[in-house]
């Protein structure tokens, strides 16, 4: 058996810094959230610089985000939502006159119309 006690022996020494106490949680008013939530929904909005900017965690800013969205109570704004949506109905007919329904507005045209004029007349009705 060997002797152990004449061996080199080696520590290693650890230390330990104390915990952090945990900060207390920042409650946040209901008008804060629906501010920031808002902003989020813009068309182009940065979700996570939004939510740094108020020194808030970004995964915080998206839970509330999430949470809008899923109630139904809130949607994001979409270019399209902007424009008012009018259908047009072309109806084909024998004759040489052509009828052009734009929403409540009826376009009644020859067949020998010159397609700028057309254009023209199209583009003030839509106007209107």
Avoid at 22 to 32: A, L, S, T, V
């Amino acid at each position: 058996m060997s002797d152990s006690v004449n061996q080199p022996r080696t520590f290693e020494v650890l230390t330990a810094a104390p915990v952090r106490a945990r900060r207390k949680p920042r409650d946040w008013p209901n008008e804060e959230k629906e501010r920031l939530i808002a902003e989020t929904l813009l068309p182009g909005a940065n979700v996570s610089a939004i939510a740094r900017a108020e020194g808030l965690d970004p995964s915080q800013l998206y839970g509330w985000r999430r949470k809008a969205l899923s109630s139904g109570l809130v949607a994001p704004l979409t270019e399209t939502a902007k424009k008012e949506v009018k259908f047009a109905r072309v109806e084909p007919v024998a004759s040489s006159a052509v009828k052009i329904v734009l929403g409540d507005v009826v376009v009644r045209v020859g067949g020998d119309i010159e397609s700028d004029h057309l254009v023209k007349i199209l583009r003030a009705v839509r106007k209107a």
